[in-house]
């Protein structure tokens, strides 16, 4: 497992077939078809291997049902289980698309809108089908060969496999589908080309097709090459391989929120006095970012620091960064404040900054020392998606979209406690008389973020109301409570 405590994203995506449309599980009787014309919560679908044999794959939708077929080609996606007419096996093609093919019976599905089967003998185009991925497009990327993770590299112009841990905003990659290909985006909004050059522009030498080995994605290029670290600092290019072996191979892993923290006193808290916390710092380096990692179940939070040690409770209300594991001493509530934050420890008290800048876990109540500012540094470029698809910018309105299938890049600014949220045009968000945000805001507007859950974040108006998609997919800023739909990946 990588040393972050990041696993692997379990690769999602639908599948496109020879007329543009999306392979489709319907809720209402399991039935399949392929009739949707975008990417929504019944087009994705789960990979999963077989443990014995690494060339069968099981296809899971979305209700948590198999893809199958029996010996006459008929189609179903019924199966709760794995068994024998869930097998199929992936035949890459050349320009990218897959042909799924039975494991027991040989036989190639595909089809269109409701008239599916699996029992063509040979591949034709209607056998055919593209993948897009479904995974939220922001992720690290981990070499297989080198244990090392790509970041951008400002000095050089080049991504870098280099990295123990995934750290700072340059570790970041944003994974963007053009046309069944994919770009390679690094945090300054620059796209990978073959040669391993960084381009403002996305050309042909940008894009890449995705491919998968052993539930491993390979990157091959328009000339047919795939990319690979090269040389001692692992520069991100295409190879002279045809054929993708370990080194053309990578996971997409996790990219959990990096943050820094700001005490009543001004300061950063830090640990480069030491592994006890202090808030005495003036300036935000690698000692002062912590990789924040929010438990699924209670919802707590770990603190991890550049060196990959927890912070834990030690004797005495003392909190110190030495921890190799995670423990009941290294959990952490947060209490959003608006603009502040509060955290308490396992101890039952609140994390309160002394005269001197320590942090103590000793208070009973939350006064102004108990109060941290907390800032995310790594979602410079901001792509959210909730319940119902991304938020995306109307195409005739000022308003925003909260169920699209394709998304929009904001840019997220910190402001003292608060983010500015910028859209594409430079403009700025802001909630209107009515409740509707909207993007064409000429001066900033304060938005406060909750980091609540894993992977997911709340945003609250300056009117302290959560945004929130509504049953139209429209977004507003008018949620008087947390539900589902107010909370977006990030």
């Keep these: 497992m990588p040393a972050n405590g990041n696993h692997p994203l379990k690769l999602q995506f639908g599948l496109i077939n020879h007329e543009g449309r999306y392979l489709t599980a319907e809720a209402f009787g399991f039935k399949l078809n392929a009739s949707a014309p975008s990417l929504k919560k019944k087009q994705i679908w789960m990979l999963e291997q077989d443990h014995q044999d690494t060339q069968v794959v099981y296809l899971r939708s979305h ?7 029996d010996k006459d080609g008929k189609v179903s996606c019924e199966a709760d289980g794995q068994n024998s007419d869930c097998r199929f096996l992936i035949v ?24 599916l089967s699996c029992f063509a003998q040979a ?18 990327l981990l070499s297989v060969a080198r244990k090392r993770y790509a970041r951008l590299s400002m000095e050089d112009g080049e991504i870098a496999v280099d990295l123990n841990i995934p750290w700072g905003v340059g570790a970041l990659l944003t994974i963007v589908y053009v046309d069944g290909r ?34 491993k994605l390979a990157f091959k290029d328009c000339d047919g090459k795939y990319l690979s670290p090269m040389g001692p600092t692992g520069t991100l290019r295409s190879g002279r391989c045809s ?13 959990h929120p990096q943050v820094v923290l700001i005490a009543a006193n001004g300061r950063y808290v830090s640990i480069r006095q030491g592994v006890s916390l202090a808030a005495n710092q003036e300036d935000e380096t690698d000692m002062e970012t912590f990789q924040m990692e929010i438990d699924k179940d209670t919802r707590k939070c770990t603190f991890r620091s550049s060196q990959g040690n927890y912070w834990a409770l030690v004797a005495h209300g003392d909190i110190q960064s030495n921890a190799a594991e995670v423990s ?20 039952g008290k609140y994390i309160c900054t002394k005269k001197n800048g320590q942090l103590l876990a000793v208070s009973d109540s939350i006064g102004e020392d108990e109060q941290l500012t907390l800032k995310l540094i790594n979602r410079p470029m901001l792509i959210l998606r909730g319940e119902n698809g991304f938020i995306c910018h109307h195409k005739n309105s000022n308003t ?9 890049i904001f840019t997220l600014q910190f402001s003292s406690g608060a983010y500015h949220i910028k ?55 008018d949620g008087l409570v947390l539900s589902s739909s107010a909370l977006w990946e990030y």
Aim: net charge negative; hydrophobic share 35%.
């Design 123 to 140: 591949i034709t185009d209607a056998e055919l089908w593209a993948m897009h991925l479904a995974l939220h497009p922001q992720a690290n």
């Design 328 to 347: 009941a001493n290294t959990m952490f509530s947060l209490e959003w404040l608006g603009h502040k934050v509060a955290l308490k420890a396992s101890n």
């Design 243 to 255: 054929k993708p072996g370990k080194d053309e191979l990578f996971d997409l892993v996790e990219s």
């Design 400 to 408: 925003l979209d909260a169920s699209r299938s394709v998304y929009d």
């Design 63 to 69: 209700l948590g049902r198999y893809l199958a077929s």
């Design 182 to 215: 994919y770009c390679l985006k690094t945090s300054d909004s620059r796209f990978l080309s073959n040669d391993g050059k960084l381009l403002t522009q996305k050309e042909r030498t940008t894009q890449y097709t995705l491919e998968l080995k052993c539930g």
């Design 423 to 477: 859209g594409v045009d430079g403009r700025f968000w802001y909630v209107n008389g009515a409740g509707l945000v909207c993007s064409d805001g000429e001066v900033p507007e304060d938005f406060t973020l909750e980091l609540l859950e894993h992977g997911r974040l709340a945003i609250r108006g300056k009117n302290g109301r959560y945004l929130r998609g509504d049953q139209g997919g429209t977004l507003k800023g």
């Design 92 to 115: 890459a093609q050349s320009d990218g698309r897959w042909a799924l093919q039975s494991e027991p019976y040989l036989r190639f599905f595909g089809g269109s809108r409701d008239y």
